[in-house]
């Protein structure tokens, strides 16, 4: 069956109420974009026989529907979902003799459009073979995984995007957490406005000054400037000024330290972050004041046992870590 509702047609043949794994394809060819067009755009069907593709809703002849080229004669046909033998009569017959118009089409917008129509199918014939479909996004007109990744690549600015780096020694939901954050989209209250859902209190959880965003948060909250002065501190590196959460994940690129300290203090910032968060989580639904110093004393903690666990780095002692002393 064709997918379809008043408002939405679809040549890819999927019911949305069984669901399934030929659904969730359907769906996914939706969604990549290469250029403005989806995935779907990049299919056509090959005529033969007529009998497997839809005249208005698949693309065949052109790259597109029939029915989005010429949408006033679409409204008017009786017969929507109607295949290609439906609209010919026999083999190597033309298009021009069997219609289902309701009614006719007459209007200075559907003559033109009728028109256009006949001379676009008037070199079109059906044959004994079986209709096919080509794959328009490589020269092989073959389809395959590998063909469909060079063509959203091929479609991608990667030139302005930010690749975040990921720190080894830290726990996978920090780093899923940074990088969440990174983007834009962990749910602080302006996130969530930006969702529509409606939330009493905009101000920050933790200082309460401004609106609570992922930059003012990270960065321009009194609770987290605190906290980085005091990580600062510790790692002995210039005083942590940032404007958003971006500049919290470069820091370890100009903080000065040499090769080992600079990825011990990359995760230290990221694991900041995270109990930052924590913190204010914690405050926001459990009502548990947020501490400076409780979250000052959670990063060095936690970043104690994650390094002496997770790195090579084993004979590190807390009196070391205390004093940021990392070889």
Known sequence: MLHSNRNNWDFLRAKKTLGGVWWNIAKVLNRPMVEGQSLRHFMKGEVGDGTGISFWLDPWIVNE???????????????????????????????????????????????????????????????????????LGDSSGEFSVGSVKRLIDSGINFSNMYVMKWCKWIPA?????????????????????????????????????????????????????????????????????????????????FCGLKEVEKEVFHGIVLITCWSIWKARNELRFKNKEAKIEDIFSEVKSIGFLWLKSRSKIKSISWGDWCKFVIM
């Open 65 to 135: 529907p029939l029915r989005d080229r010429f949408p006033n004669l679409f409204r008017l046909e009786g017969q929507k979902r109607c295949t290609m033998s439906d609209r010919c009569p026999g083999l190597g017959a033309d298009f021009l003799g069997s219609w289902h118009w309701s009614p006719q089409p007459a209007s200075s917008v559907e003559r033109p459009e009728w028109i256009g129509l006949r001379l676009l199918l008037s070199p079109v014939a059906l044959s004994d073979s079986k209709d096919g479909w080509g794959w």
């Open 173 to 253: 939901k920090c780093n899923i957490f940074a990088w969440r954050a990174e983007m834009d989209i962990i749910p602080t209250i302006a996130a969530l406005r930006r969702r529509n859902v409606e939330v009493s209190e905009l101000a920050c959880s933790l200082c309460g000054a401004e609106d609570e965003s992922t930059d003012h948060l990270f960065s321009s909250c009194i609770v987290a400037s605190v906290i980085w002065q005091k990580v600062s501190r510790w790692c002995r590196v210039p005083n942590i000024f940032s404007f958003s959460f971006r500049d919290l994940l470069e820091l370890h690129n």
